[in-house]
């Protein structure tokens, strides 16, 4: 008898999720491969909603993928399609509106939900999470409308809502509740830099203080108050606490969870057949030697890659250098490899200069570049990049590197 063709199951459309379709799609002709998403749209690049918010790029620019691509590489796409719970053991994905697919294989690549602040108010429709496209447009037309904007949060995307509101030309107040920005990778002199560089752009930083209340008028948002009492003028609130994963329809299948989806190096998960990748994987990064999470667009297409490899029969080890680049208001800034964050006992040198807006903090195991942060021209990257990944020996003055081209 012929064999049937393998079936394969992606649960989530980002860049985990259709990287690894259209692998798999690469590596095997004839396999069936589903790909669902709760959200309307194919594969959209997250990375670039800020720069849609800001006006710089316009909206169909910000989509990667149509369906009709994804007719013709055979990749069936299922839209505002809800994965609700899996059957490990009878190897089936069921939806929220009753349709059932059997996989041979199947990829969790859901990523995660952003939380709300749950204080009064909170709940209030001009107050804005920035994951999505449906949020970004929301976003444009609320912002486009208010004078006065505030943003919560110390993560990455309240830096993005910040610049995004600032330059729609609302005058916007960034509450952290604790200082600096990315208080668990960033010390007091890069915090320092980016003050420098939010004042530039006209963001007034308030830290150590949160939103206790969010208080309307008149229908809109009219201010929020801050944990101390103080009252700063708002039409629009944008939120950037951080993210859910979105592990729940999991449930019952015995696939172990901590904050994510506890995957080997590999990306296999603890259950036969299913595998994780993206955001939603804390996989084993062979580079730091523990388990990780990694909220990058590279990860997830990396990751994307690898399982698809691995889903199809292969023996592939993620092996990346992890890395996290982003704008930073006329700056930039990248997070390379492993920091104090995930290891408090590393060795350090540091070069900084308000007056020329860089920075460069760069991390050491014993004789070895593991890790690097840098604010400003992204000059020697590359190659403080390739150091890490072939874990050469450093025999000269570490502060030398610091002038790495
Ligand atoms: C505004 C913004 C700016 C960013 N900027 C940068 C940057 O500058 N650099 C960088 O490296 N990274 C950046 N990131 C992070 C990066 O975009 C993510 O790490 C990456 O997109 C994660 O991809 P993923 O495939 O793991 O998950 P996602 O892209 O989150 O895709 C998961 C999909 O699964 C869907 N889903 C969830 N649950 C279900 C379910 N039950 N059933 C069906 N579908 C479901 C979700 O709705 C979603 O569509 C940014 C992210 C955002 C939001």
């Known amino acids: ?115 709300r602040p749950s204080v009064p108010g909170g709940d209030h429709r001009a107050v804005f999470n920035f994951q999505t496209m449906d949020d970004t447009r929301a976003i444009i037309d609320e912002a486009t409308e208010g004078k006065h904007a505030v943003v919560l949060g110390g993560s990455f995307i309240s830096y993005e809502l910040a610049e995004g509101f600032a330059m729609r030309g609302l005058h916007t107040t960034w509450l952290m509740r604790s200082k600096p920005f990315l208080r668990r990778t960033l010390d007091a002199e890069a915090g320092a830099l980016v003050d420098v560089l939010a004042s530039d752009h006209h963001v007034d930083i308030i830290y150590n203080e949160g939103a206790a209340e969010i208080v309307p008028r008149d229908g809109m948002i009219g201010r929020v108050v801050t944990t101390t009492g103080r009252e700063v003028l708002a039409d629009v609130v944008g939120v950037g606490i951080g ?71 292969g023996n592939e080890v993620y092996h990346e250098v992890p890395t996290y680049t982003s704008p930073l208001f006329s700056s930039n800034i990248a997070v390379m490899g492993v920091t104090l964050e995930n290891r408090p006992d590393l060795e350090t040198v540091t070069r900084a200069s ?52």
């Open 243 to 313: 993210l859910t994963l979105s592990t729940g329809f999991l449930a019952g299948t015995g696939v172990e969870i901590r904050k994510g989806i506890v995957t080997d190096k590999y990306l296999r998960t603890n259950v036969p057949d299913i595998y994780a990748a993206g955001d939603i994987a804390e996989f084993y990064d062979v580079h730091i030697e523990k388990h990780n999470l990694m909220g990058t667009w590279d990860n997830a297409l990396s990751h994307g890659r690898v399982a698809a490899v691995n889903m199809a029969g």
């Open 354 to 405: 308000l007056e020329d807006r860089e920075y460069k903090k760069l991390f050491f195991l014993e004789d070895r570049l593991v890790g690097a942060v840098t604010i400003g021209r992204p000059r020697g990257r590359k190659r403080l990049l390739a150091m890490m990944l072939s874990g050469e020996r450093i025999s000269g003055p570490r502060e030398a590197l610091l002038d790495a081209q």
């Open 1 to 115: 008898m012929a064999e049937r063709d393998r079936r394969y199951v992606i649960i989530g459309n980002g860049a985990a999720g259709t990287t690894c379709a259209e692998t798999l799609r690469k590596l095997d002709p004839n396999c069936e491969i589903t790909l669902l998403t709760d959200e309307p749209y194919p594969l959209y690049n997250r990375v670039a909603l800020p720069r849609y918010l800001k006006g710089i790029v316009r909206e169909e620019k910000v989509f990667m993928r149509t369906r009709e691509q994804h007719e013709q590489k055979g990749i069936t796409l299922l839209t505002e399609a809800v994965a609700k719970s899996v059957d490990a053991e009878g190897h089936t994905v069921l939806l929220e509106d009753g349709r059932e697919l059997p996989y041979d294989a199947l990829l969790v690549a859901a990523g995660g939900k952003p939380n």
